[in-house]
């Protein structure tokens, strides 16, 4: 029998777009309708784990899952500072869990923010965060600008959906009726959508950003000719774009958070945008990646107080980036243990950071093979969250979303196997 | 479980200070009981607090937290054999919201605005929040669907709207903030008075609110309307407020209630032309508070220190941000409202600051009727709730108010009434604003007094009515009701000697109202063209699963035929 579900939640990128179409038969997805090639590819599935394992002379050999959450269990136990990393490609619920673990062990959690929109977070933290849901954007926004970010490639359907291609209620005309401007240090995909692209030199976000806050308040006449080798009156005229915009929205990337400045780019953009209040209507949103690293935020917040890198080691949370974020804690082997869920450090930490967790034991829990399996001591495969188990999500604007069940699936979720190892846990710790 | 030998304030039910016994049985209030014996002899006992506006959970909750991890490092408690790690002091973590209401003796709080597409959020933290009873309103002020109905005089579509947005929102009532303000502020401007058309709506503030206050009553909602005033914050904005009460004067509540109910009534009773002239106007709101009987207040009290502003009233949140030389978080919500997030500090040589903390108190002593009161702080916009013992020690003391005042900006004495205001509370008024007018207020038929079959909800101080002055002795007064000797939440005590003992799961509270079939039918086909064209999610995923309510109470109302009273 064939199944057509409609609106379904993609959990790919931080669009988490809720009009995808699935037709799933004998329990199995057979088509994905209306995603983006990077969601179809997830939700199709690919490369699953197929038993749990534990690493035995050095060989990954297949095991059943009590044994694997025991032996998850012992490493945690017998850990001094376990980091708990990962949580941005899974459900809210599976955090809460992990939260408690964390709690009950002294643990260290950290989400993928850290080597992503980590560093807005802390921009965040000096300015606040003049932002709005997307739909406001699409209704509204006659000036939607880029910054260092490409949606055509990493958020496919953010323009249609959301952005520069949308039509919105005062914005009928959809692309028509917007201007689009792209500032990036190279011509992307994006940037050929633009009315105006802008392209800077790397490294030069800050003083740009500090010479539009110049402009729009009334001292160009202070600016040098060339600024960061852009032409002033380049500048002064994206400036006016700004200024005469009725409601403008800008959209940055890793382009603003890691290149050099780092979070001052982002609390300088920030402030660039709440200055644009006094002359008209301006919101800023961070591009976030992975589907649910905005809600892996706001579980930690409304759990701890804090967003991300979050130590609980000494019974109460504490926050301090930069000595409590992941990278750091690898970096000054400041951890003895690491469980890595819904996530691929092995590919995306820096190298020193990756040989650290080669040093230890390292438990993942994952639906898919990756790089970090190559050195895991215990893997436990999990449903795939929105696919074959349901949760909650957070969209990039910070709007929550129920993932679905599409499809029944005998692998246990994130939740119920966070709770299996928690369970082993607190047995260990009786029997001692 | 027997409360033996409590000296008992239960205003509801006629009780003011009787030595008495207190039966418990299956969580409610019995004629007798057995089990465990509390011994509560001489000391002062009254029903469970009850806070019915303060901001406990939803998006600006969390944004603060983020943009706030100073305020975080506050208050921070480790992680006991009962209790999760607590943080915060104006934006503290869920379980720190739980606990630190039960050791108030607090057991159950309201949260006062929710947009519906984010209420999921709002009951994500709600679920985290321990112990106490709680919900949620939701906001309705400047949401399209609403101005369109208004426009078109259409109340029954209207009330199909609102019923279905709480059943979306999983809400308890019907929040209007700064009405028409969410709307214009999507294009950066607001609304000047009640009367000021929303831009691109052709509705006035005034036709939002009272059409939203007819069609309350037409669906027999167990709270009223429940008003954020357009223009508050700012000097000689009482005159808006006494404008937009004007407007609800004739409109018949469905049920023993008032028409509507302020919102942190403070920062709306500001009198002077700007902040160099600005003045206390709470003598002459209090007046008409006690003229009138369509209307409630909670006070809004400023506290001293720290806080955290936030609201859907976003403009008012750029300036605050523009005035306080602040941080400033602002998050619009398509097709329904804005908000914003604004840090603060409230001081005592700073004149407007001395003057607000004079006109919540003014507010409260002058206004004769305790039921029309309800003590707040707006937590945390005037600051947090756990400073509401600080607040019943001045209403209960001339004399604390006094000292209070040597500490101030001398124009505390010049623009308010307060050092001319003799009266001061005693614990009947108290447990009033605090239990019992909340509680009917809201529509809580089972809360805010202990008669028999009430909910089991019960505090107990290690204060001596018999034995202690207010007045004189507002130092134990504070400390005493600082710290719960007992807090008993539906039959379980949780707060023993000021400690949490036990942290069960409360119940969220959330209004179904029926309306006719047709009526829905009608607006659920306009609704759809807006999930269509102008929402960014589909319809289908847009309300609150129950997946999110782990522990319901369903209050049902909905439109029924009116008896006529005779």
């Known amino acids: ?432 | 479980m027997i409360i033996k030998g409590g000296i008992v304030y239960d205003p509801a039910n006629g009780i003011f200070g009787e030595e008495m016994d207190i039966c418990i049985e299956n969580g409610r209030i019995a004629e007798d009981a057995g089990g465990e014996v509390i011994d509560a002899r001489g000391l002062l006992v009254m029903p469970g607090g009850v806070d019915a506006h303060s901001h406990i959970a939803g998006p600006k909750l969390n944004t603060g937290r983020i943009m706030r991890p100073d305020d975080s490092r506050m208050g921070t408690e480790p992680r006991t054999r009962v209790c999760r790690p607590s943080t915060g002091y104006t934006v503290p973590n869920c379980y720190a919201i739980g606990y630190r209401y039960a050791r108030l003796g607090y057991t159950t709080a309201f949260e006062a605005a929710t947009p519906i597409i984010e209420a999921r959020h709002t009951h994500e933290e709600l679920e985290e929040i321990p112990i106490v009873d709680k919900g949620a309103l939701t906001l309705f002020g400047s949401n399209w669907t609403v101005m369109e109905c208004v426009r078109d005089n259409d109340l029954g579509r209207l009330a199909a709207y609102v019923a279905w947005g709480l059943r979306a929102a999983r809400g308890y009532g019907v929040k209007i903030v700064n009405p028409g303000g969410g709307e214009a502020w999507g294009f950066g401007s607001n609304v000047k008075s009640v009367h000021d058309p929303v831009p691109h709506f052709d509705v006035t503030p005034a036709q939002i609110i009272r059409a939203l206050a007819e069609v309350n009553e037409r669906l027999r909602l167990p709270h009223s309307i429940h008003l954020h005033f357009n223009n508050l914050g700012r000097p000689g904005n009482y005159t808006t407020a006494i404008e937009t009460l004007e407007l609800l004067k004739d409109i018949k509540p469905s049920r023993m209630r008032q028409v509507v109910h302020v919102a942190h009534m403070q920062f709306s009773a500001y009198g002077g032309t700007g902040w160099k002239d600005f003045e206390s106007k709470a003598s002459v709101i209090a007046d008409y508070f006690n003229q009138t009987n369509h209307a409630t207040m909670d006070l809004g009290q400023i506290i001293f220190g720290p806080a955290t502003t936030m609201t859907a009233d976003a403009p008012l949140e750029y300036a605050n941000a523009r005035i306080g030389h602040q941080k400033w978080s602002n998050h619009d919500i398509e097709l329904e409202e804005s908000s914003g997030v604004v840090p603060w500090v409230y001081m005592r040589k700073m004149p407007v600051n001395a003057v607000q903390w004079a006109i919540g108190l003014e507010l409260a002593l002058l206004t004769r009727d305790p039921w029309k009161v309800v003590m707040t702080t707006d937590h945390p916009n005037g600051g947090p709730f756990v400073n509401y013992p600080e607040i019943i020690s001045l209403l209960m003391s001339r004399e604390k108010r006094e000292e209070e005042m040597k500490t101030l900006h001398e124009v505390v004495r010049s623009r308010s009434t307060l050092p001319s205001i003799e009266r001061e509370l005693d614990w009947s008024e108290i447990v009033i604003m605090t239990r019992a007018a909340p509680a009917r207020i809201l529509g809580l038929e089972d809360k805010g007094h202990l008669g028999i079959g009430a909910d089991a909800d019960v505090s107990i101080y290690n204060i001596k009515p018999e034995e202690i002055d207010p007045s004189k002795d507002h130092a134990e007064v504070k400390a005493g009701m600082s710290r719960a000797k007992y807090t008993i939440k539906g039959g379980v005590v949780v707060v023993r000697d000021g400690e949490i003992v036990a942290a069960p799961q409360g119940r969220t509270y959330w209004v179904d109202a029926a309306v006719p079939e047709s009526e829905m039918d009608r607006m659920l086909s306009a609704l759809k063209e807006k999930f269509e064209r102008y929402y960014s999610i589909r319809m289908s995923n847009y309300m609150v699963q129950d997946a999110y309510l782990s522990n319901p109470f369903v209050v049902r109302a909905g439109v029924q035929p009116l008896k006529e009273v005779i």
């Open chain 1, 1 to 432: 029998m064939i199944l057509q579900i409609e609106d379904v939640l993609c959990t790919f990128c931080g669009c988490l777009c809720d009009d995808i179409r699935v037709e799933v038969n004998e329990g199995r997805i057979e088509k994905v309708r209306g995603a983006c090639r990077l969601g179809s590819s997830k939700i199709m599935g690919h490369n699953r784990i197929k038993s749990p394992m534990i690493r035995k002379d050095g060989e990954l050999v297949e095991v059943g899952y009590e044994d694997a959450y025991r032996r998850a269990a012992e490493i945690l136990v017998s850990a001094k500072h376990p980091l708990l990393y990962g949580w941005a490609s899974t459900t809210c619920e599976a955090l809460k869990k992990g939260i408690l673990l964390a709690e009950e062990i002294g643990g260290v959690i950290d989400t993928t923010a850290t080597v992503c929109h980590g560093p807005s977070i802390i921009g965040i933290e000096e300015k606040g965060l003049v932002g709005s849901t997307l739909g406001q954007i699409k209704n509204r926004a006659d000036l939607i600008v880029f910054w260092g970010c490409n949606p055509s490639e990493a958020h496919p359907r953010h323009t249609l959906r959301y952005s520069s291609n949308a039509c919105g209620r005062f914005v009928p005309e959809g692309r028509k009726g917007r201007k689009v401007l792209v500032i990036d240090v190279r011509e992307t995909r994006t940037a050929r959508n633009a009315d105006r692209f802008l392209r800077i030199q790397p490294g030069t976000d800050y003083e740009i950003i500090s010479a539009l806050r110049m402009i729009i308040g009334g001292k160009a006449d202070s600016l040098p000719e060339d600024i960061a080798g852009v032409p002033r009156k380049d500048l002064i005229e994206i400036a006016d774009m700004m200024k005469n915009a009725k409601f403008g929205a800008i959209f940055f990337g890793l382009g603003l958070t890691h290149s050099r400045g780092r979070y001052k780019n982002v609390d300088n953009a920030l402030s660039l945008v709440s200055e644009l209040n006094s002359h008209t209507k301006f919101v800023i949103m961070a591009m976030r990646g992975h589907y649910n690293v905005t809600g892996a935020g706001q579980v930690l917040a409304w759990s701890s107080g804090y967003p991300m890198a979050v130590d609980y080691a000494r019974g109460a949370p504490y926050y301090n980036p930069g000595e409590t974020s992941c990278c750091d804690l690898l970096s000054r082997r400041d951890v003895d243990a690491a469980l890595i869920i819904a996530s691929d450090p092995a590919s995306n930490l820096p190298r020193g950071c990756v040989e650290a967790l080669g040093e230890m034991p390292v438990i993942q829990i994952d639906p898919f093979e990756n790089p970090t399996t190559l050195f895991a001591d215990v893997v436990i495969p999990s449903a795939i969250a929105g696919i074959e188990a349901e949760g909650t999500a957070y969209r990039m604007d910070g709007l929550s979303l129920r993932l679905r069940k599409l499809v029944d699936t005998e692998y246990p979720s994130d939740v119920e196997i966070l709770q299996a190892i928690l369970d082993n846990i607190r047995r260990l710790r009786d029997d001692n």
